[in-house]
């Protein structure tokens, strides 16, 4: 991989940076850029959500599915797009349960580094996409390495917060070993914020006030989301 991994997740990640899969990966995504591919996010990019948030910072976890695929949308964390591109829909109903939960105004902006900074590590499953192909990298190899990174919050002493929106997340998380035999974290699980699902049970689900709730009783503080 051509991405300098942060100082803070080396050690956790190193076995799985070393096998075969994460070099294929490597190998396979610079084949995609040399035959002309656009692949978002930009190089430099990708590993953004283990940058901003150290291991030993994670207070919570927010696991997205793949990049955005649009152009100028994906930077590095799930959900998130940068200042002055038109926040997303899915993005656009958190925002309004971030409302309904604590009452916070619904920013004008669709980053989230604010988030990431605080230990809101907020991870994809996959780490790079297609332009124009959703779900196109699934399955390259991203998987073993954001897997790697789970288990590694979820192994910490540390209590933590798992905030799983839809199968995808709740089905990635709880197959690692470590988080499904978690005794001292929590996991809160509700359907996805997509319009498609949001009325299923994202609306009203309040994960902002529980996290705080939770880790304030932990005493690691309230994010200020």
């Not at 190089?43 to 695929?69: F, K, M, S």
């Not at 964390?77 to 899915?90: A, D, I």
């Not at 799983?164 to 990635?172: F, Y």
Request: aromatic letters at 6%.
């Amino acid at each position: 991989m051509s991405e300098n991994i942060p100082e803070s997740w080396r050690a956790a990640l190193a076995p799985v940076l070393q096998s075969p899969e994460a070099r294929r990966l490597g190998g396979w995504l610079t084949r995609e850029e040399a035959a002309g591919k656009v692949v978002y996010p930009p190089r430099g990019q990708r590993l953004r959500a283990l940058e901003l948030t150290p291991l030993d910072q994670v207070r919570a976890v927010i696991l997205g599915q793949d990049p955005y695929h649009g152009p100028g949308q994906a930077h590095g964390l799930c959900f998130s797009v940068p200042e002055g591109v038109r926040t997303p829909p899915s993005l656009v109903n958190i925002y309004k349960e971030l409302r309904d939960d604590l009452g916070v105004e619904i920013p004008p902006h669709g980053n989230l580094e604010h988030w990431a900074k605080q230990g809101v590590l907020l991870l994809n499953t996959c780490l790079t996409v297609e332009a124009g192909r959703a779900g196109s990298h699934a399955g390259k190899g991203w998987e073993a390495i954001t897997d790697a990174a789970v288990a590694a919050v979820a192994a910490r002493e540390e209590p933590s917060v798992f905030i799983l929106w839809g199968s995808h997340a709740r089905n990635k998380a709880l197959k690692v070993p470590e988080l499904a035999r978690n005794e001292r974290h929590l996991i809160l699980t509700s359907p996805h914020p997509s319009p498609l699902s949001a009325h299923g049970g994202f609306f009203g689900s309040k994960p902002f006030s529980k996290a705080n709730g939770f880790l304030e009783a932990q005493g690691r503080g309230r994010i200020d989301w």
